[in-house]
Protein backbone atom coordinates (compact mmCIF):
# COMPACT_ATOMS: atom_id res chain seq x y z
CA UNK A 1 0.00 0.00 0.00
CA UNK A 2 1.62 3.67 -0.26
CA UNK A 3 1.99 5.95 2.58
CA UNK A 4 2.74 9.39 2.42
CA UNK A 5 5.28 10.95 4.53
CA UNK A 6 6.22 14.65 5.99
CA UNK A 7 8.93 16.25 7.65
CA UNK A 8 9.52 18.15 10.56
CA UNK A 9 6.11 17.68 11.52
CA UNK A 10 6.25 20.97 13.44
CA UNK A 11 8.63 23.99 12.76
CA UNK A 12 9.72 27.75 14.40
CA UNK A 13 11.16 29.70 12.23
CA UNK A 14 12.22 33.17 12.71
CA UNK A 15 11.23 35.92 9.86
CA UNK A 16 13.91 35.70 7.41
CA UNK A 17 15.30 31.94 8.06
CA UNK A 18 15.60 29.66 5.01
CA UNK A 19 12.95 26.59 4.76
CA UNK A 20 13.16 23.23 3.48
CA UNK A 21 10.36 20.96 4.25
CA UNK A 22 10.22 17.25 2.53
CA UNK A 23 7.56 14.89 1.48
CA UNK A 24 8.39 11.36 0.08
CA UNK A 25 6.12 8.80 -1.10
CA UNK A 26 6.32 5.14 -1.14
CA UNK A 27 4.79 1.79 -2.58
CA UNK A 28 3.78 3.75 -6.04
CA UNK A 29 5.94 5.13 -8.66
CA UNK A 30 5.81 8.24 -11.14
CA UNK A 31 2.78 9.90 -8.30
CA UNK A 32 1.56 13.46 -9.34
CA UNK A 33 2.72 15.11 -6.34
CA UNK A 34 1.40 18.77 -4.57
CA UNK A 35 2.24 20.89 -2.15
CA UNK A 36 -1.00 23.06 -0.26
CA UNK A 37 -1.02 25.60 2.17
CA UNK A 38 -3.73 26.12 4.62
CA UNK A 39 -3.69 28.86 7.03
CA UNK A 40 -5.67 29.01 9.96
CA UNK A 41 -9.36 28.71 9.57
CA UNK A 42 -9.21 28.44 5.79
CA UNK A 43 -9.42 26.57 2.77
CA UNK A 44 -6.18 24.71 1.00
CA UNK A 45 -4.39 26.64 -1.18
CA UNK A 46 -2.17 24.94 -4.13
CA UNK A 47 1.17 25.82 -4.15
CA UNK A 48 3.34 23.60 -6.43
CA UNK A 49 1.81 20.70 -8.50
CA UNK A 50 4.58 17.90 -9.65
CA UNK A 51 4.27 15.52 -12.69
CA UNK A 52 7.43 13.85 -12.86
CA UNK A 53 11.31 14.68 -11.73
CA UNK A 54 12.51 18.24 -12.74
CA UNK A 55 8.77 19.39 -13.63
CA UNK A 56 7.34 21.79 -11.61
CA UNK A 57 3.74 23.97 -11.91
CA UNK A 58 3.36 26.69 -9.47
CA UNK A 59 0.09 28.31 -8.90
CA UNK A 60 0.44 31.22 -7.09
CA UNK A 61 3.29 33.64 -7.23
CA UNK A 62 5.26 33.74 -3.73
CA UNK A 63 8.89 33.40 -2.24
CA UNK A 64 8.70 29.48 -1.47
CA UNK A 65 10.31 27.45 -4.70
CA UNK A 66 9.37 23.55 -4.98
CA UNK A 67 12.01 20.79 -6.40
CA UNK A 68 11.83 17.14 -7.32
CA UNK A 69 15.01 15.67 -7.31
CA UNK A 70 13.75 11.96 -7.26
CA UNK A 71 10.81 10.40 -8.55
CA UNK A 72 9.10 9.72 -4.86
CA UNK A 73 10.50 13.01 -3.16
CA UNK A 74 8.90 16.57 -2.89
CA UNK A 75 10.71 19.40 -1.41
CA UNK A 76 9.21 23.13 -0.18
CA UNK A 77 11.83 25.75 0.25
CA UNK A 78 12.26 29.34 1.09
CA UNK A 79 15.31 31.33 1.24
CA UNK A 80 13.75 34.00 3.44
CA UNK A 81 10.42 33.24 4.97
CA UNK A 82 7.84 35.63 5.97
CA UNK A 83 5.43 36.09 8.60
CA UNK A 84 2.32 35.73 5.86
CA UNK A 85 4.57 31.99 5.33
CA UNK A 86 2.66 30.42 8.41
CA UNK A 87 0.49 27.56 8.35
CA UNK A 88 -0.13 23.84 8.04
CA UNK A 89 1.89 22.58 4.89
CA UNK A 90 0.57 19.74 3.32
CA UNK A 91 1.85 17.20 0.72
CA UNK A 92 -0.34 15.10 -1.71
CA UNK A 93 -0.13 12.13 -4.24
CA UNK A 94 -2.74 11.10 -6.72
CA UNK A 95 -4.23 8.17 -8.00
CA UNK A 96 -6.27 7.37 -10.93
CA UNK A 97 -9.36 5.55 -9.92
CA UNK A 98 -11.59 4.11 -11.72
CA UNK A 99 -14.59 5.86 -12.72
CA UNK A 100 -13.82 9.29 -10.25
CA UNK A 101 -10.94 9.85 -12.04
CA UNK A 102 -7.15 11.18 -10.13
CA UNK A 103 -8.08 11.02 -6.64
CA UNK A 104 -5.66 12.76 -3.75
CA UNK A 105 -4.99 11.81 -0.40
CA UNK A 106 -2.94 13.78 1.91
CA UNK A 107 0.08 13.43 4.30
CA UNK A 108 0.09 14.19 7.85
CA UNK A 109 1.56 17.71 7.30
CA UNK A 110 4.18 20.36 8.61
CA UNK A 111 2.75 22.89 10.99
CA UNK A 112 5.19 26.03 10.47
CA UNK A 113 4.70 29.26 12.56
CA UNK A 114 6.78 32.07 11.55
CA UNK A 115 7.94 34.52 13.95
CA UNK B 1 -17.18 34.15 -6.78
CA UNK B 2 -15.65 31.17 -4.54
CA UNK B 3 -15.54 28.40 -6.83
CA UNK B 4 -16.65 25.97 -4.51
CA UNK B 5 -18.83 27.27 -1.29
CA UNK B 6 -19.36 25.32 1.82
CA UNK B 7 -21.30 27.10 4.83
CA UNK B 8 -18.32 27.57 7.90
CA UNK B 9 -20.61 26.49 10.08
CA UNK B 10 -20.35 24.85 12.94
CA UNK B 11 -23.31 22.75 12.71
CA UNK B 12 -24.23 21.23 16.09
CA UNK B 13 -26.30 18.05 15.89
CA UNK B 14 -27.40 15.61 18.58
CA UNK B 15 -25.43 12.19 18.72
CA UNK B 16 -27.68 9.68 16.81
CA UNK B 17 -28.94 11.98 14.39
CA UNK B 18 -28.48 12.76 10.83
CA UNK B 19 -25.50 15.70 10.03
CA UNK B 20 -26.31 17.09 6.47
CA UNK B 21 -23.20 18.76 4.83
CA UNK B 22 -23.70 21.35 1.72
CA UNK B 23 -21.39 22.24 -0.92
CA UNK B 24 -21.90 24.13 -3.73
CA UNK B 25 -19.52 24.34 -7.02
CA UNK B 26 -19.72 27.07 -9.75
CA UNK B 27 -17.76 24.95 -12.38
CA UNK B 28 -19.58 23.35 -14.89
CA UNK B 29 -16.88 21.41 -16.19
CA UNK B 30 -16.19 19.97 -12.68
CA UNK B 31 -16.58 16.17 -13.02
CA UNK B 32 -15.78 14.25 -9.91
CA UNK B 33 -16.43 15.65 -6.18
CA UNK B 34 -15.20 14.35 -2.82
CA UNK B 35 -15.36 14.76 0.91
CA UNK B 36 -12.92 14.71 3.07
CA UNK B 37 -12.79 14.51 6.81
CA UNK B 38 -10.04 16.62 8.57
CA UNK B 39 -10.02 16.67 12.12
CA UNK B 40 -8.34 19.26 14.66
CA UNK B 41 -4.05 19.47 14.10
CA UNK B 42 -4.49 16.75 11.67
CA UNK B 43 -4.28 16.56 7.23
CA UNK B 44 -7.55 15.39 5.29
CA UNK B 45 -8.80 11.93 5.05
CA UNK B 46 -10.69 10.92 2.31
CA UNK B 47 -14.21 9.64 3.12
CA UNK B 48 -16.12 9.77 0.05
CA UNK B 49 -15.86 10.71 -4.17
CA UNK B 50 -19.10 10.67 -6.35
CA UNK B 51 -19.17 11.17 -9.96
CA UNK B 52 -22.43 10.73 -11.12
CA UNK B 53 -25.81 12.16 -10.22
CA UNK B 54 -27.48 10.80 -7.46
CA UNK B 55 -27.07 8.77 -3.89
CA UNK B 56 -23.61 6.78 -3.02
CA UNK B 57 -23.49 5.57 0.11
CA UNK B 58 -20.99 3.85 2.23
CA UNK B 59 -21.62 3.02 5.29
CA UNK B 60 -23.14 5.65 7.89
CA UNK B 61 -22.05 8.13 5.37
CA UNK B 62 -23.91 9.31 1.66
CA UNK B 63 -22.71 11.51 -1.02
CA UNK B 64 -24.94 13.31 -3.42
CA UNK B 65 -24.56 14.68 -6.36
CA UNK B 66 -26.82 17.33 -8.69
CA UNK B 67 -24.87 18.34 -11.40
CA UNK B 68 -27.89 20.47 -12.75
CA UNK B 69 -27.96 22.70 -9.39
CA UNK B 70 -24.61 22.03 -9.21
CA UNK B 71 -25.14 20.87 -5.48
CA UNK B 72 -22.97 18.10 -3.54
CA UNK B 73 -23.98 17.08 0.15
CA UNK B 74 -22.75 14.53 3.03
CA UNK B 75 -25.15 13.10 5.00
CA UNK B 76 -23.95 11.09 7.76
CA UNK B 77 -26.59 8.90 9.52
CA UNK B 78 -26.45 7.72 13.81
CA UNK B 79 -23.61 10.51 13.90
CA UNK B 80 -21.25 10.30 16.76
CA UNK B 81 -18.89 12.24 18.83
CA UNK B 82 -16.09 10.92 16.83
CA UNK B 83 -17.38 12.12 13.88
CA UNK B 84 -16.92 15.55 15.22
CA UNK B 85 -14.30 17.40 12.21
CA UNK B 86 -14.30 19.92 10.08
CA UNK B 87 -15.80 18.82 6.60
CA UNK B 88 -13.75 19.37 3.08
CA UNK B 89 -15.87 19.74 0.10
CA UNK B 90 -13.41 19.68 -3.27
CA UNK B 91 -14.16 19.68 -7.24
CA UNK B 92 -11.98 18.35 -9.85
CA UNK B 93 -12.41 19.26 -13.48
CA UNK B 94 -11.68 17.68 -16.44
CA UNK B 95 -7.96 18.78 -16.67
CA UNK B 96 -7.80 17.25 -12.68
CA UNK B 97 -7.71 21.24 -11.31
CA UNK B 98 -9.04 20.15 -8.06
CA UNK B 99 -10.94 23.17 -5.94
CA UNK B 100 -11.09 22.97 -2.18
CA UNK B 101 -13.75 24.89 0.01
CA UNK B 102 -13.10 26.12 3.22
CA UNK B 103 -14.70 23.36 4.98
CA UNK B 104 -17.59 22.95 6.97
CA UNK B 105 -17.32 22.72 10.74
CA UNK B 106 -19.65 19.75 12.44
CA UNK B 107 -19.85 19.32 16.32
CA UNK B 108 -21.89 16.16 17.11
CA UNK B 109 -22.82 16.49 21.14
CA UNK B 110 -23.34 13.33 23.14
Known amino acids: SQTIHQWPATLVQPVGSPLSLECTVE??????LYWYRQAAGRGLQLLFY??????ISSEVPQNLSASRPQDRQFILSSKKLLLSDSGFYLC??????????????FGPGTRLLVL | QKEVEQNSGPLSVPEGAIASLNCTYS??????FFWYRQYSGKSPELIMS????GDKEDGRFTAQLNKASQYVSLLIRDSQPSDSATYLC??????????FGAGTRLTVKP
Open chain 1, 92 to 105: AWSVVKAPVGETQY
Open chain 1, 27 to 32: GTSNPN
Open chain 1, 50 to 55: SVGIGQ
Open chain 2, 27 to 32: DRVSQS
Open chain 2, 50 to 53: IYSN
Open chain 2, 90 to 99: AARAWNNDMR
